[in-house]
């Protein structure tokens, strides 16, 4: 029987869930409706397929967007869903830690609760998607060491430093990979005259897309509709177009790491120099990131293994530290009535 403590790491591009013994359910965090009677048709993976594609009765939507809930009934969809499908086998309800990003309001934190008891969830946490990150790529944080953080998701990007158990300073920016996504479709539309979806401009960017400048310059095909003709089109789009437009938001990414070291007290700063700057999320695989965060710190920087799961991994494992944690857990936990 699996265990009755579910982590859920509830990311705006895909969420994450499973147990102590690893991830057991992994889906795009998208809903489709039926616009007429407002009926959810599909849930994540059946969905995900279907952007760009679908006939015009049929919304496809993101419940979280930017690292927060857009749409609190749609999340509750999405999170039941995961519960249902891990916990068929089970009467009781599950003890549920649910992962999110460290900029969370309280009003915000009382709607992922609310969301996951009607859900089904016996008891409810919250843990900070930083704490969750630095667990997952394998910190010890109950040691008085500092560590620092920088978790790229789909739509918010989370900067800390921990030590202790727990959170001495943070900031999150809603700047991450979908905004990196955003840029491409913009650059190719601009540049080309060529209209892509979603999908295609995260394909590029997986393949192509870099915030430095090598000597290589590989290419890929973009393919969509053209602007002028309308028809179906696909042009040549090669990494050197696309440094500066990523580099733009890099900036962003880099700068808020900075804002976090000038706060740091010193003798942390002294422990992350020798540490280093661990970068997790799938925000982290583009190409050159980790470099540009090296030479805009001075801090060699690093991305952890697993790094898409990584938040997820570790809000599994913040389950042996319920109680044992100065910060980072969010709020009482939640019992359902």
Request: aromatic letters at 2%; proline letters at 4%; a neutral charge.
């Given at each position: 029987?699996?265990?009755?403590?579910?982590?859920?790491?509830?990311?705006?591009?895909?969420?994450?869930?499973?147990?102590?013994?690893?991830?057991?359910?992994?889906?795009?965090?998208?809903?489709?409706?039926?616009?007429?009677?407002?009926?959810?048709?599909?849930?994540?993976?059946?969905?995900?397929?279907?952007?760009?594609?679908?006939?015009?009765?049929?919304?496809?939507?993101?419940?979280?967007?930017?690292?927060?809930?857009?749409?609190?009934?749609?999340?509750?969809?999405l999170i039941k869903h995961m519960l249902k499908t891990i916990c068929?086998?089970?009467?009781?309800?599950?003890?549920?830690?649910?992962?999110?990003?460290?900029?969370?309001?309280?009003?915000?934190?009382?709607?992922?609760?609310?969301?996951?008891?009607?859900?089904?969830?016996?008891?409810?946490?919250?843990?900070?998607?930083?704490?969750?990150?630095?667990?997952?790529?394998?910190?010890?944080?109950?040691?008085?060491?500092?560590?620092?953080?920088?978790?790229?998701?789909?739509?918010?990007?989370?900067?800390?430093?921990?030590?202790?158990?727990?959170?001495?300073?943070?900031?999150?920016?809603?700047?991450?990979?979908?905004?990196?996504?955003?840029?491409?479709?913009?650059?190719?539309?601009?540049?080309?005259?060529?209209?892509?979806?979603?999908?295609?401009?995260?394909?590029?960017?997986?393949?192509?897309?870099?915030?430095?400048?090598?000597?290589?310059?590989?290419?890929?095909?973009?393919?969509?509709?053209?602007?002028?003709?309308?028809?179906?089109?696909?042009?040549?789009?090669?990494?050197?177009?696309?440094?500066?437009?990523?580099?733009?938001?890099?900036?962003?990414?880099?700068?808020?790491?900075?804002?976090?070291?000038?706060?740091?007290?010193?003798?942390?700063?002294?422990?992350?120099?020798?540490?280093?700057?661990?970068?997790?999320?799938?925000?982290?695989?583009?190409?050159?990131?980790?470099?540009?965060?090296?030479?805009?710190?001075?801090?060699?920087?690093?991305?952890?293994?697993?790094?898409?799961?990584?938040?997820?991994?570790?809000?599994?494992?913040?389950?042996s530290l319920l109680g044992n944690l100065y910060d980072g857990f969010?709020?009482?936990?939640?019992?359902?009535?």
């Amino acid at each position: 029987m699996p265990s009755l403590d579910i982590g859920i790491d509830l990311g705006t591009s895909t969420i994450l869930a499973g147990n102590t013994s690893g991830i057991l359910l992994k889906e795009p965090s998208v809903v489709a409706v039926n616009k007429k009677n407002g009926k959810v048709i599909a849930i994540g993976e059946s969905v995900y397929k279907m952007i760009g594609r679908t006939p015009e009765y049929i919304d496809v939507i993101r419940p979280l967007s930017d690292g927060v809930i857009s749409d609190y009934r749609l999340t509750g969809v999405l999170i039941k869903h995961m519960l249902k499908t891990i916990c068929k086998n089970h009467l009781l309800k599950p003890r549920v830690i649910i992962c999110v990003p460290s900029g969370i309001t309280g009003i915000e934190s009382q709607s992922v609760i609310e969301a996951a008891v009607e859900a089904g969830a016996r008891r409810v946490h919250l843990i900070e998607e930083p704490v969750a990150a630095a667990l997952g790529a394998g910190v010890d944080i109950t040691k008085p060491n500092g560590n620092l953080i920088v978790d790229i998701g789909g739509g918010t990007t989370d900067v800390a430093v921990i030590s202790l158990r727990g959170i001495v300073c943070k900031t999150s920016v809603k700047v991450a990979g979908q905004a990196f996504d955003e840029a491409i479709i913009r650059q190719i539309k601009n540049a080309h005259g060529l209209l892509i979806g979603e999908k295609t401009a995260e394909n590029v960017k997986m393949q192509i897309g870099s915030v430095i400048s090598d000597s290589e310059n590989p290419c890929t095909d973009a393919k969509g509709r053209d602007m002028i003709s309308g028809l179906p089109c696909k042009v040549p789009v090669y990494r050197a177009e696309l440094v500066p437009i990523l580099k733009e938001i890099a900036e962003q990414i880099l700068a808020a790491t900075q804002r976090v070291l000038e706060i740091t007290p010193p003798e942390l700063v002294g422990d992350i120099r020798t540490n280093g700057i661990i970068m997790t999320g799938g925000g982290s695989l583009l190409h050159g990131l980790d470099k540009y965060i090296t030479e805009g710190t001075k801090v060699e920087t690093r991305v952890a293994e697993n790094t898409v799961e990584c938040v997820a991994m570790g809000t599994m494992k913040s389950f042996s530290l319920l109680g044992n944690l100065y910060d980072g857990f969010l709020d009482l936990p939640s019992h359902a009535h």
